[in-house]
């Protein structure tokens, strides 16, 4: 069976844009567009309004979205099954996770798979912590290194790789804003601190709640995505920063800045790997789910 112009239909669907769908799919815009038009004359119905600039999913087109990706899904769950009872797995596994998950856990993680299992191409992103759940959710990614939320998703399964602290950093050079006492905080010390947070996740969730028992708001003087970025803007000099100790311990930069001993300290932060429950039917990601051993 031919599944390729389900996986066209799927690029350009996610992406909006032909160009970069064909780059995806690694054909020519024309031979995509063409795919494109023979799937919509076999359903008889426009999946995408399309002009000189713009692409859009008609209403029939999400609908056949959802339609797509499930008997993708489907499909490779029942070419897996046949070929684990040939005992071979080949097909492709995406991950998600940040710059430093990257190269603190995916050695361990994957190092015996690989060997184990050489037909399987595994394929990582990388970004924005704070992203990898909803990418999961959406079916974007296969699995995702991401921090336990307060409340797991019933649709995800989790298993913790490793806990590491969310500490306050600060440049070693002296600026009258760090506060001089970090171990009994008060709101004069804090309420003019510039600090440098996370846009989203967890991190800033912990963060908005300590400055929130201290009585006051946090005095932004910049959000990013990925907590890397943040130690190289405190080793900068920009301001205090809130990150995982992982992170840090991981940093380049880490000479560059110091932890702050903060009272009361924030909670841990639990890393683990994520993955959509119905996913793990089948036998390529449930071969590299039973590789984990949760800590």
Same mark, same amino acid.
């Given at each position: 069976?031919?599944?390729?112009?389900?996986?066209?239909?799927?690029?350009?669907?996610?992406? #909006? &844009?032909f @160009?970069?769908?064909?780059?995806?799919?690694?054909? *020519?815009?024309?031979?995509?567009?063409?795919? %494109?038009?023979?799937?919509?004359?076999? =359903?008889?119905?426009r999946l995408?309004?399309?002009?000189?600039? &713009?692409? +859009? #999913?008609?209403r029939?087109?999400q609908?056949?979205?959802?339609?797509?990706?499930?008997? #993708?899904?489907q499909?490779?769950?029942?070419?897996?099954?046949?070929m +684990?009872?040939?005992r071979?797995?080949?097909?492709?596994i995406s %991950?998600?996770?940040s710059?430093?998950?990257?190269?603190?856990?995916?050695?361990?993680?994957?190092?015996?798979?690989?060997?184990?299992?050489?037909? $399987?191409?595994?394929?990582?992103?990388?970004? /924005?912590?704070?992203?990898?759940?909803?990418r999961v959710?959406?079916? /974007?990614? /296969?699995?995702? %290194?991401?921090?336990?939320p307060?409340?797991v998703?019933?649709?995800?399964a989790?298993k913790s790789?490793?806990r590491?602290? =969310?500490?306050? %950093?600060a440049?070693? !050079?002296? &600026?009258?804003w760090?506060p001089?006492?970090?171990e *009994?905080? +008060?709101?004069?010390?804090?309420?003019?601190?510039?600090?440098?947070?996370?846009?989203a @996740?967890?991190?800033?969730?912990?963060s908005n709640?300590?400055?929130?028992?201290?009585?006051?708001?946090?005095?932004?003087?910049?959000?990013?995505? @990925?907590?890397?970025? $943040?130690?190289?803007m405190?080793?900068l000099?920009f301001?205090?920063?809130?990150v995982?100790k992982?992170?840090? !311990?991981?940093?380049?930069?880490?000479?560059?800045?110091?932890?702050?001993?903060?009272?009361?300290e924030?909670?841990?932060?639990?890393v683990?790997?994520?993955? =959509?429950e119905r996913? =793990?039917?089948?036998?390529l990601?449930?071969?590299?789910? /039973?590789?984990?051993?949760?800590?």
């Amino acid at each position: 069976m031919d599944m390729r112009p389900l996986k066209h239909f799927l690029a350009l669907a996610d992406t #909006l &844009h032909f @160009g970069r769908a064909s780059d995806a799919c690694h054909v *020519s815009p024309s031979t995509l567009s063409r795919s %494109i038009r023979q799937l919509e004359e076999s =359903l008889g119905v426009r999946l995408f309004d399309r002009d000189n600039r &713009h692409v +859009s #999913l008609t209403r029939q087109g999400q609908t056949f979205q959802r339609h797509a990706r499930e008997t #993708l899904e489907q499909w490779e769950h029942l070419r897996l099954s046949l070929m +684990s009872e040939a005992r071979t797995l080949t097909g492709e596994i995406s %991950i998600y996770c940040s710059v430093t998950a990257s190269y603190s856990f995916l050695y361990e993680l994957l190092s015996e798979f690989r060997t184990r299992h050489p037909g $399987i191409e595994l394929k990582l992103h990388t970004g /924005d912590p704070a992203e990898a759940m909803a990418r999961v959710l959406s079916g /974007d990614e /296969d699995m995702a %290194i991401t921090p336990r939320p307060r409340g797991v998703p019933e649709a995800l399964a989790f298993k913790s790789l490793t806990r590491s602290p =969310l500490v306050f %950093i600060a440049p070693h !050079d002296h &600026h009258h804003w760090i506060p001089p006492t970090p171990e *009994s905080p +008060s709101a004069e010390q804090w309420r003019e601190v510039p600090m440098i947070l996370s846009e989203a @996740g967890l991190s800033r969730e912990y963060s908005n709640t300590w400055f929130r028992a201290l009585g006051i708001a946090p005095r932004i003087y910049a959000q990013v995505a @990925g907590h890397e970025a $943040i130690v190289s803007m405190v080793g900068l000099g920009f301001g205090l920063g809130v990150v995982p100790k992982i992170v840090l !311990d991981n940093s380049p930069l880490v000479e560059r800045v110091r932890v702050l001993p903060v009272k009361p300290e924030l909670p841990h932060y639990d890393v683990g790997l994520c993955v =959509l429950e119905r996913r =793990l039917r089948s036998p390529l990601i449930q071969a590299l789910w /039973d590789e984990v051993v949760e800590r």
